[in-house]
């Protein structure tokens, strides 16, 4: 693609390597499902025009959405606003033979949606807590589809242009580029193909507004707010500190790529029920078999040596303002664990995992082994 986008340019080749990373596993993903999900019932038109205005009604807002950020100048939604106002009328066109077609290899067609559809149509009373988890679950994509998926084109533009040399720096950023790119494709994944018929749906949505308060200021467009508070008194990071010629700044490079690929894997295991907020199965494979949060506790050391506080300062203010700023962000994401974990104990499978964590995790084995060393002592 790096060739290719000389030809096409930039903007095209990397929608196009989008394309091609995702339709192959979307392929393998929905033959299979489709094997043990046959056509049971021949879906009802009216119920088919119920949830063809529910999923308009959301296309809207999304588009309206994306628009005003964009208005406001906020990253990344002028790049996904663009993109999704030229698919809007082919995405609304093609709902209702979508929403056949899954309607009819779904035990019970009418769903949240049609219900809700039915309210919006006016054919039934409309009833908030019939259709709380619906609107949250909604609103969860509403919220993080256009940041995910204009991150994930701009990322990858960027990384098609990236030029690559044999300079330590330069493989460190083309490889963090790389990864977020990785990420995002992860993420958009999740929240666009949410679907019972790639079994991907959103069992439960978290209904604590402290949960998504903790969530949402951590992206776009409260990000502002946490870059604020968070802000460093210089601008100086771990490569300003240490050179190449110096020891330290090895073991440094490889702490600093090593969280980042440990993030990357961790949502690589959710594969494609990556999302916040929400309960859409349990994971316990790869890093999420050692602790309950690889990817916080990943991001949290990453920011702390990226940064590195004590670099640059000049007055005793200056050093514990940039302690200040790291130690609100480590707060934010403690604070996002136990509101997650809060929701997520709802549920036995979570629980239980939960447990386990909690006898042979990677940190309780740490503190077994250094509780035996000191008994010893």
């Not at 949606?113 to 509403?142: D, M, N, P, Q, T």
């Not at 802000?231 to 330290?248: E, F, G, R, S």
């Not at 490889?254 to 029920?273: E, L, Q, R, V």
Request: with cysteine; glycine share 4%; proline share 5%.
């Amino acid at each position: 693609m790096t060739n290719f986008q000389t030809y096409i340019g930039s903007f095209l080749a990397s929608k196009l390597l989008i394309i091609i990373t995702i339709t192959p596993p979307l392929i393998v993903i929905l033959k299979r499902q489709l094997a043990v999900s046959p056509v049971i019932c021949v879906p009802d038109a009216n119920m088919v025009k119920a949830k063809h205005a529910v999923v308009t009604v959301f296309f809207t807002l999304l588009l309206l959405y994306t628009h005003l950020m964009a208005r406001f100048g906020i990253s990344p939604f002028a790049s996904f606003t663009f993109e999704f106002t030229l698919l809007y009328p082919i995405l609304v066109l093609l709902a209702p033979w979508y929403l056949r077609f899954t309607s009819s290899r779904l035990a019970e067609p009418e769903d949240e949606y049609a219900k809700l559809g039915y309210s919006l149509l006016r054919r039934r009373k409309f009833i908030l807590h019939e259709h709380k988890a619906l609107i949250l679950k909604s609103l969860v994509k509403l919220l993080f589809i256009p940041i995910m998926a204009g991150a994930l084109f701009d990322t990858t533009e960027f990384l098609l242009t990236f030029s690559w040399s044999a300079k330590p720096l330069v493989i460190i950023t083309g490889i963090f580029t790389f990864g977020l790119a990785f990420d995002l494709i992860v993420a958009t994944i999740g929240y666009v193909f949410s679907s019972k018929l790639l079994n991907s749906d959103v069992k439960s949505t978290d209904p604590n507004i402290s949960g998504w308060l903790v969530c949402l200021i951590c992206y776009p467009p409260l990000l502002i707010i946490y870059h604020w508070i968070k802000q460093q008194t210089d601008n100086y990071l771990w490569y300003d500190w240490l050179t190449a010629d110096h020891p330290l700044y090895w073991f440094w490079a490889f702490m600093i790529t090593a969280t980042w690929m440990t993030y990357w894997i961790s949502s690589a295991n959710f594969g494609w029920k990556f999302s916040n907020l929400t309960w859409r199965g349990l994971i316990d494979t790869g890093p999420y078999a050692y602790t309950k949060h690889p990817a916080y506790i990943a991001k949290n050391i990453y920011w702390w040596m990226h940064t590195v506080p004590f670099f640059g300062v000049t007055t005793t203010y200056e050093f514990i303002r940039n302690i200040a700023g790291l130690l609100f962000v480590s707060t934010v994401y403690y604070l996002r664990a136990k509101t997650e974990e809060r929701h997520l104990m709802a549920f036995a499978e979570y629980r239980a995992y939960s447990e386990q964590i909690a006898k042979n995790g990677i940190f309780s084995r740490i503190k077994r082994r250094l509780f035996k060393r000191q008994v010893e002592a």
